[in-house]
């Protein structure tokens, strides 16, 4: 780059921090004024704080529209002064769209039944080092960004720290910490109310048409122990559909937990605790459909732009051997050899 380069780089990068710092305190705003509205009884009183919201809203997408001009521009200066980086960043973003389409589905079916009223799921990503879980985490936000009025999303990444206990109390401190929950004196004392208070917190964060996800990455150290899993269930996750589902600000409002593991669900607690697609119990965790790659869907994909100056038969015979090198499919494999194959063409 040269100097101006340099010069307006450093003015978007200033741009874009304090857009994103502008943006998440739009959201603070709308989240207060909506539990604001939640826990007002007087009708009369609503009315000032509902024109409020529209307001913000305003504002909200006025600033994710500069923010979105200002990524652009960042965008195709970064290509051009390093391109490489920039098709690493590219090919990350867009590497869920080999396939995933099952847990796509998933999510499309509860974003319809939460245009009948609201909705929430429990889901279980298993093998998420084997499935690349980032990258089906990524194809679930692509879905609900698509059907959002906006696109800011309320994502909280749990996990445990290596000095937490392995036990429901901590994850539940890790939980509320999220949701800036005060444990009260009785809370203190019992883990079921506990939960009940930040049950009761995370639905006054919800309002119309909000979208939250809570992905919860220590879930490895409760997954073996049927009694936690129980636990989970019974005393957070039943309680939180029932009064998010009761709520009174719920209309098109969507929530969804993720329980990411590296390894598989032992058997016994999958057929007790866990339900089929089917089936969709709302009181039970629902394993993501994840399955291996077939070699016409990374020929796809190669062909979408991803390489080049290919003809159709170099990107076949690339696909082929991309397919042959991981071990029938195996997702991880896939997306090692595709980044070494973008690398090497720069």
Same mark, same amino acid.
């Not at 879905?143 to 309320?154: G, K, P, W």
């Not at 917190?201 to 997954?223: A, M, N, P, R």
């Not at 129980?230 to 409002?253: C, D, I, K, V, Y």
């Given at each position: 780059?040269?100097?101006?380069?340099?010069?307006?780089?450093?003015?978007?990068?200033?741009?874009?921090?304090?857009?994103?710092?502008?943006?998440?305190?739009?959201?603070?705003?709308?989240?207060?004024?909506?539990?604001?509205?939640?826990?007002?009884?007087?009708?009369?009183?609503?009315?000032?704080?509902?024109?409020?919201?529209?307001?913000?809203?305003?504002?909200?997408?006025?600033?994710?529209?500069?923010?979105?001009?200002?990524?652009?521009?960042?965008?195709?200066?970064?290509?051009?002064?390093?391109?490489?980086?920039?098709?690493?960043?590219?090919?990350?973003?867009?590497?869920?769209?080999?396939?995933?389409?099952?847990?796509?589905?998933?999510?499309?079916?509860?974003?319809?039944?939460? *245009? &009948?009223?609201?909705?929430?799921? $429990?889901?279980?990503?298993?093998? #998420?080092?084997?499935? =690349?879980?980032?990258?089906? %985490?990524?194809?679930?936000?692509?879905?609900?960004?698509?059907?959002?009025?906006?696109?800011?999303?309320?994502?909280?990444?749990?996990?445990?720290?290596?000095?937490?206990?392995?036990?429901?109390?901590?994850?539940?401190?890790?939980?509320?910490?999220?949701?800036?929950?005060?444990?009260?004196?009785?809370?203190?004392?019992?883990?079921?109310?506990?939960?009940?208070?930040?049950?009761?917190?995370?639905?006054?964060?919800?309002?119309?048409?909000?979208?939250?996800?809570?992905?919860?990455?220590?879930?490895?150290?409760?997954?073996?122990?049927?009694?936690?899993?129980?636990?989970? *269930? &019974?005393?957070?996750?039943?309680? $939180?559909?029932?009064?998010?589902? #009761?709520?009174?600000? =719920?209309?098109?409002?969507? %929530?969804?937990?993720?329980?990411?593991?590296?390894?598989?669900?032992?058997?016994?607690?999958?057929?007790?605790?866990?339900?089929?697609?089917?089936?969709?119990?709302?009181?039970?965790?629902?394993?993501?459909?994840?399955?291996?790659?077939?070699?016409?869907?990374?020929?796809?994909?190669?062909?979408?732009?991803?390489?080049?100056?290919?003809?159709?038969?170099?990107?076949?015979?690339?696909?082929?051997?991309?397919?042959?090198?991981?071990?029938?499919?195996?997702?991880?494999?896939?997306?090692?050899?595709?980044?070494?194959?973008?690398?090497?063409?720069?």
């Amino acid at each position: 780059m040269n100097e101006l380069s340099d010069r307006q780089r450093e003015r978007l990068v200033k741009k874009q921090a304090a857009l994103t710092t502008q943006l998440a305190h739009l959201d603070r705003r709308l989240e207060a004024a909506n539990a604001q509205l939640n826990s007002t009884l007087n009708f009369s009183d609503k009315d000032p704080i509902r024109s409020q919201i529209k307001l913000i809203e305003r504002e909200i997408e006025g600033v994710e529209a500069e923010l979105d001009e200002t990524d652009r521009q960042l965008g195709e200066q970064d290509a051009v002064a390093n391109p490489a980086n920039h098709r690493h960043l590219v090919l990350k973003d867009t590497l869920h769209r080999i396939d995933y389409d099952e847990v796509k589905n998933l999510v499309r079916e509860l974003i319809r039944r939460a *245009l &009948e009223d609201c909705a929430a799921g $429990l889901f279980l990503l298993q093998e #998420s080092i084997a499935y =690349r879980g980032e990258l089906c %985490l990524e194809a679930i936000y692509d879905e609900l960004r698509r059907a959002s009025f906006r696109e800011t999303i309320h994502r909280r990444e749990v996990r445990l720290q290596k000095q937490d206990e392995k036990t429901m109390t901590s994850l539940l401190h890790r939980i509320a910490g999220h949701f800036n929950v005060q444990a009260s004196p009785a809370a203190a004392q019992s883990a079921e109310t506990y939960a009940g208070e930040i049950v009761q917190k995370i639905c006054s964060s919800v309002y119309l048409g909000s979208v939250s996800v809570i992905e919860i990455h220590t879930w490895d150290d409760f997954q073996e122990n049927e009694a936690s899993c129980a636990w989970f *269930l &019974e005393h957070f996750w039943r309680p $939180l559909t029932m009064a998010f589902h #009761s709520h009174g600000q =719920r209309q098109n409002a969507k %929530l969804l937990i993720v329980l990411v593991i590296e390894g598989r669900c032992p058997e016994e607690i999958a057929d007790r605790h866990c339900c089929t697609e089917l089936e969709q119990a709302a009181e039970k965790i629902l394993p993501l459909p994840l399955r291996n790659w077939f070699r016409h869907e990374i020929e796809a994909f190669l062909k979408s732009g991803v390489i080049k100056n290919a003809d159709p038969k170099t990107i076949q015979r690339r696909a082929e051997r991309i397919y042959s090198a991981s071990r029938n499919g195996t997702p991880n494999l896939i997306c090692d050899a595709l980044e070494k194959l973008i690398l090497e063409e720069v």
